[in-house]
């Protein structure tokens, strides 16, 4: 249903995965629900676009697109080319 409870809320200053928000997630056994209905999240491009989440769910069983930014640091290392020496 469209007018079910959100249990998940993210803490302020804290770092949490936007798809918590989007799907909810387990905490100590029990589901926080999150904002889309439970097991509809389909997401695309995830290893294309790495600072967005983008994909796929349902909200009270229409679906719908969902565009979300990822807010938490990525971090790329990429050794030296010993060719370039």
């Known amino acids: 249903p469209w007018d079910r409870d ?3 809320c993210p803490v302020e200053g ?3 995965d936007p798809r918590f928000l989007i799907t909810g997630y387990m905490k100590d056994g029990v589901l926080q629900r999150g904002l889309f209905d439970e097991d509809s999240w389909h997401e ?3 290893k294309w676009a790495t600072t967005v989440v983008s994909g796929r ?3 009270g069983g229409y679906p719908v697109g969902i565009i979300c930014v990822e807010t938490r ?3 790329k ?3 030296a080319d010993p060719a370039d020496a």
Request: aromatic share 6%; proline share 6%.
């Open 44 to 46: 695309t491009m995830s």
């Open 14 to 16: 804290e770092i949490s």
């Open 6 to 8: 959100i249990h998940y």
């Open 57 to 59: 769910a349902k909200l």
């Open 77 to 79: 290392i990429l050794p």
């Open 73 to 75: 640091t990525q971090e």
